[in-house]
């Protein structure tokens, strides 16, 4: 674990993260794994890249991508004109699940959002990832809002 670095992900990354997007229960209902990337995922990375409010992020272990995160910088009016980051999209390989990794990446998206002036970091869970929300709130986040989605 010695090996792992958190970096703004490029292009080439794209394939990796699609990947661990859909390595999962959920994820597999909602993502689709092809060589190269759909281009609905090329179209999304290409936003994401172009907004400096934006920040694909990845965990490498040498060339290997093991972990994502997307970190999005929000200007508000509440809270006194605060920023808040919001965090989506997290996974850790299967590989390096249990082992701090993620802690890891929350750390290091923390201190992103510390450097923007952020006051607030919040994110959204499904349901159905009891291992998440105990992850969460051993970082320290307080499931203190109920959360809705509406499909467009």
Not at 15 to 26: G, H, K, P, R
Request: with cysteine.
């Amino acid at each position: 674990m010695d090996t792992i670095t958190f970096r703004t992900a490029t292009l080439a990354d794209l394939e990796a993260i699609v990947s661990l997007l859909a390595d999962d229960a959920l994820g597999a209902l909602r993502e689709t794994v092809a060589s190269p990337p759909a281009a609905c995922y090329v179209s999304a990375f290409q936003a994401i890249a172009a907004d400096a409010n934006q920040c694909l992020v990845v965990a490498a272990d040498g060339d290997v991508i093991v972990g994502t995160l997307q970190l999005s910088f929000i200007p508000g009016i509440a809270r006194r004109g605060a920023w808040r980051g919001q965090i989506e999209a997290v996974r850790i390989a299967a590989s390096h699940r249990s082992a701090g990794l993620g802690q890891r990446l929350f750390e290091w998206a923390m201190a992103a959002c510390r450097a923007r002036g952020c006051q607030l970091l919040q994110l959204t869970t499904d349901k159905g990832r009891p291992d998440a929300h105990r992850f969460y709130e051993k970082l320290g986040f307080v499931a203190s809002h109920e959360g809705y989605k509406l499909a467009l």
